[in-house]
C-alpha cells in the first residue's frame, strides 16, 4: 500500500526523522487558512499523487507570496500530471501539500527495502541526489552504494557509518545522519514497511540534515496490524477494479493486455502470463483466486476481468487442488447469467472434480472453447481472439 508524500513525512517525524514544516489540504480555500501556520520566507507547492517525477512534470512549484501561492494552487488542483510513473493517461492532482522552503547545501539520495534474495534489508546511498536519480544509476553506478543489513530490532552505528560514507559528512552532520538511520530502519522494521525513499535527502547550508522528500510503501499482508496507517489509504489514486478486487480478497493487477486470465495460485498466474506472451499476445491482468475460493468470489473475478475494455478473451486455468473445480465452474456459470459474455471463452481444468466442473461448463450453454493443458489453452484463445 502506498501513502502520500505529507503522510510519509508524518510516520518519519513521528520516529525522530527531521521533516520541514507543513501542510495539505483538499482544496485552495483550505490551504490558504492553514498556511498562515508555516514561518517561511518562500513556499514549496507540492502535488500530491502515488507517482514519482512530479517536479519535472510541473508538480513542485517555488512561490514567493501568498498571492503567487494561490494562483499557482489553483492552477495544479485537478491539473492531470503525467510522469515517467505515471504512465500516459497521468494521475489527476486532488490535494496539495505547501511547505517551508530550504537553504540547499548538498543533495544526496537514500532508500531502504527489504532484499528477498538475501533476507536482509538492503540501505541504498548516494551523494548524487534528485530529479535525475535513475540517470545517476544508469551512467556512474558507482556513484551508489548498497549497504545490505540484518534484521534486528536495531541497527548498529557500524552498519549505519557504512550507509552514510558515500555523503562524506563532517562530524557533527555525521552524527545526524547516523540518527536519522536509525529512525528510518524503526520506522521500517514498526510498520511493516516494504520501502522507504528520501530523494533528496539533504544538507541545508545551516548544516541540518532533512528529508525533503519522501515516499513510503506497506506490505499489504500486515496491514492488519497497522490499522493506523490503513486509514492513510487513499482510494482516488488506485484503480478502481483493483478497488473492488480487494473487496473479494482477489489478488488482481490490471495490465495492458488484451487477454483476461483467471488463475489460481501466484505461480500459476505468471506462467499462465508468460505462454501468452510466448505466442504473441499480452495479458491484460494479474489474477489470483486463491486456492479456497467459492463460486461468489469467481464469479466476481470474471466480472472483474470483463469489466476492462480491453479484454478480447479470456483463459480460465486452473488446477484443483484445495480449488474445486466443479466450484469455479459454477461461478462461472453464475457470473455469465448476469452478464453477457461476448468474448471467447478458453478453459482448461485439471486436478480436483475436473470431470464435474467440466460437464458443469459443457452442460451450460455457454460457448467456450475447452483446452487439454496450458500449452494447448494458450494457443487457442491467442487464436480465438485473432
Same mark, same amino acid.
Given at each position: 500500500?502506498? $501513502?502520500? +508524500?505529507?503522510?510519509?513525512?508524518?510516520?518519519?517525524?513521528?520516529? *525522530?526523522?527531521?521533516?520541514?514544516?507543513?501542510?495539505?489540504?483538499?482544496?485552495?480555500?483550505?490551504?490558504?487558512?492553514?498556511?498562515?501556520?508555516?514561518?517561511?520566507?518562500?513556499?514549496?507547492?507540492?502535488?500530491?499523487?502515488?507517482?514519482?517525477?512530479?517536479?519535472?512534470?510541473?508538480?513542485?512549484?517555488?512561490?514567493?507570496?501568498? @498571492?503567487?501561492?494561490?494562483?499557482?494552487?489553483? +492552477?495544479?488542483? *485537478?491539473?492531470?500530471?503525467?510522469?515517467?510513473?505515471?504512465?500516459?493517461?497521468?494521475?489527476? %492532482?486532488?490535494?496539495?501539500?505547501?511547505?517551508?522552503?530550504?537553504?540547499?547545501?548538498?543533495?544526496?539520495?537514500?532508500?531502504?527495502? &527489504?532484499?528477498?534474495?538475501?533476507?536482509?534489508?538492503?540501505?541504498?546511498?548516494?551523494?548524487?541526489?534528485?530529479?535525475?536519480?535513475?540517470?545517476?544509476?544508469?551512467?556512474?553506478?558507482?556513484?551508489?552504494?548498497?549497504?545490505? &543489513?540484518?534484521?534486528?530490532?536495531?541497527?548498529?552505528?557500524?552498519?549505519?557509518?557504512?550507509?552514510?560514507?558515500?555523503?562524506?559528512?563532517?562530524?557533527?552532520?555525521?552524527?545526524?545522519?547516523?540518527?536519522?538511520?536509525?529512525?528510518?530502519?524503526?520506522?521500517?522494521?514498526?510498520?511493516?514497511?516494504?520501502? &522507504?525513499?528520501?530523494?533528496?535527502? $539533504?544538507?541545508?547550508?545551516?548544516?541540518?540534515?532533512?528529508?525533503?522528500?519522501?515516499?513510503?510503501?506497506?506490505?499489504?499482508?500486515?496491514?492488519?496490524?497497522?490499522?493506523?496507517?490503513?486509514?492513510?489509504?487513499?482510494?482516488?489514486?488506485?484503480?478502481?477494479?483493483?478497488?473492488?478486487?480487494?473487496?473479494?480478497?482477489?489478488?488482481?493487477?490490471?495490465?495492458?493486455?488484451?487477454?483476461?486470465?483467471? &488463475?489460481?495460485?501466484?505461480?500459476?498466474?505468471?506462467?499462465?502470463? @508468460?505462454? $501468452?506472451?510466448?505466442?504473441?499476445?499480452?495479458?491484460?491482468?494479474?489474477? @489470483?483466486?486463491?486456492?479456497?475460493?467459492?463460486?461468489?468470489? %469467481?464469479?466476481?473475478?470474471?466480472?472483474?476481468?470483463?469489466?476492462?475494455?480491453?479484454?478480447?478473451?479470456?483463459?480460465?486455468?486452473?488446477? *484443483? *487442488?484445495?480449488?474445486?473445480? @466443479?466450484?469455479?465452474?459454477?461461478?462461472?456459470?453464475?457470473?455469465?447469467?448476469?452478464?453477457?459474455?461476448?468474448?471467447?471463452?478458453?478453459?482448461?481444468?485439471?486436478?480436483?472434480?475436473?470431470?464435474?466442473?467440466?460437464?458443469?461448463?459443457?452442460?451450460?450453454?455457454?460457448?467456450?472453447?475447452?483446452?487439454?493443458?496450458?500449452?494447448?489453452?494458450?494457443?487457442?484463445?491467442?487464436?480465438?481472439?485473432?
Amino acid at each position: 500500500m502506498n $501513502i502520500h +508524500e505529507h503522510q510519509a513525512k508524518q510516520i518519519l517525524k513521528k520516529y *525522530g526523522a527531521v521533516v520541514p514544516e507543513g501542510i495539505f489540504a483538499l482544496n485552495v480555500e483550505e490551504l490558504l487558512e492553514k498556511v498562515k501556520l508555516l514561518k517561511t520566507e518562500k513556499y514549496v507547492l507540492k502535488a500530491q499523487i502515488h507517482a514519482g517525477g512530479r517536479g519535472k512534470a510541473g508538480g513542485v512549484k517555488i512561490l514567493n507570496t501568498i @498571492d503567487e501561492l494561490e494562483v499557482a494552487a489553483k +492552477e495544479l488542483l *485537478g491539473k492531470t500530471l503525467i510522469t515517467h510513473q505515471t504512465g500516459p493517461e497521468g494521475r489527476e %492532482v486532488k490535494r496539495l501539500y505547501v511547505e517551508e522552503s530550504s537553504n540547499i547545501e548538498k543533495e544526496f539520495y537514500l532508500s531502504c527495502l &527489504v532484499d528477498r534474495a538475501s533476507s536482509k534489508i538492503a540501505f541504498i546511498s548516494s551523494d548524487q541526489g534528485g530529479m535525475n536519480i535513475e540517470e545517476v544509476a544508469s551512467k556512474t553506478p558507482q556513484k551508489i552504494l548498497t549497504t545490505k &543489513v540484518e534484521i534486528n530490532e536495531e541497527i548498529s552505528n557500524n552498519d549505519c557509518e557504512k550507509i552514510i560514507k558515500i555523503f562524506n559528512l563532517n562530524n557533527d552532520t555525521k552524527n545526524q545522519a547516523i540518527t536519522l538511520i536509525k529512525s528510518i530502519y524503526k520506522m521500517f522494521i514498526s510498520t511493516d514497511a516494504n520501502m &522507504v525513499e528520501v530523494n533528496p535527502l $539533504i544538507l541545508t547550508k545551516e548544516e541540518k540534515i532533512v528529508c525533503l522528500d519522501a515516499k513510503v510503501n506497506f506490505d499489504s499482508n500486515a496491514l492488519f496490524r497497522h490499522p493506523e496507517i490503513v486509514e492513510l489509504r487513499d482510494l482516488n489514486e488506485e484503480d478502481p477494479t483493483e478497488i473492488e478486487a480487494s473487496k473479494h480478497d482477489l489478488a488482481y493487477i490490471k495490465l495492458d493486455g488484451s487477454i483476461g486470465c483467471m &488463475v489460481n495460485g501466484a505461480g500459476l498466474a505468471m506462467a499462465t502470463m @508468460d505462454i $501468452i506472451k510466448l505466442y504473441g499476445n499480452e495479458p491484460a491482468n494479474f489474477l @489470483d483466486v486463491g486456492g479456497g475460493a467459492s463460486k461468489e468470489k %469467481v464469479s466476481a473475478a470474471l466480472k472483474i476481468i470483463l469489466s476492462d475494455k480491453n479484454v478480447k478473451g479470456v483463459l480460465i486455468n486452473i488446477f *484443483g *487442488g484445495i480449488m474445486r473445480c @466443479d466450484v469455479l465452474a459454477q461461478g462461472v456459470v453464475d457470473a455469465a447469467k448476469e452478464i453477457n459474455i461476448s468474448v471467447p471463452l478458453v478453459v482448461r481444468l485439471a486436478g480436483t472434480n475436473f470431470k464435474q466442473g467440466k460437464e458443469i461448463l459443457d452442460n451450460s450453454g455457454l460457448k467456450l472453447i475447452s483446452a487439454e493443458n496450458l500449452d494447448d489453452a494458450a494457443k487457442k484463445i491467442v487464436e480465438a481472439i485473432k
